[in-house]
């Protein structure tokens, strides 16, 4: 199984994280992408699998730029970033998405527009699936980590008494 690492896309895809001329925004990005390479989503076993981890990695870069719009009222819509990606019809160009593996991804055909419509509907996915992995983890895990007012906590304790 091979990993897609921080560096890889730092070499590839850097232009989706140049909203700053500070460079603070890829420093935010490598901090971003340890935890989906610590959850396994930066594993692929073949090429469909690749391109997954790079939709994954575009959703995060989306984030990013819908944080700086709604926040600095700067980055790029979605559609925007899915333009600036780079693609290749070549099988073993491994700094590009294909647009024949991303179509079959997406169930489309591999026409120009179409692509650009699977990439956009396929990140809006993975960041929907993503988003979870940011979550904090609950506090109560019996609960779910949500109480109502005046609900008790039912917590069962077992003492054994050695003589």
């Known amino acids: 199984m091979d990993e897609l690492s921080w560096e890889d896309f ?17 420093e935010w990005a490598k901090l971003a992408w340890r935890r989906p390479a610590k ?5 692929y076993d073949d090429d469909h ?7 994954r990695f575009v959703a995060v870069a989306a984030t990013y730029h819908r944080f700086c719009r709604m926040t600095f009222e ?21 700094d590009k998405l294909n647009p024949f593996l991303v179509g079959q991804l997406g169930g489309i055909d591999a026409d120009a527009a179409d ?21 904090p983890r609950p506090p109560f895990p019996a609960t779910g980590g949500v ?6 906590a ?5 003492h054994s008494v050695n003589a």
């Open 10 to 26: 730092d070499k590839i895809f850097w232009p989706l994280f140049g909203i700053w001329v500070h460079g603070g925004d890829r």
């Open 39 to 43: 959850s396994g989503l930066a594993s």
């Open 49 to 55: 699998e690749r391109q997954v981890v790079i939709i």
């Open 74 to 94: 700067e980055g790029d819509d979605l559609d925007v970033l899915v333009g600036e990606l780079n693609y290749s019809d070549e099988p073993y160009d491994n």
């Open 115 to 135: 692509v650009s419509e699977a990439v956009v509907r396929l990140v809006r996915t993975e960041h929907s699936r993503g988003v979870s992995i940011y979550r």
């Open 147 to 152: 109480r109502r007012a005046g609900q008790a």
């Open 154 to 158: 039912h917590v069962t304790m077992s």
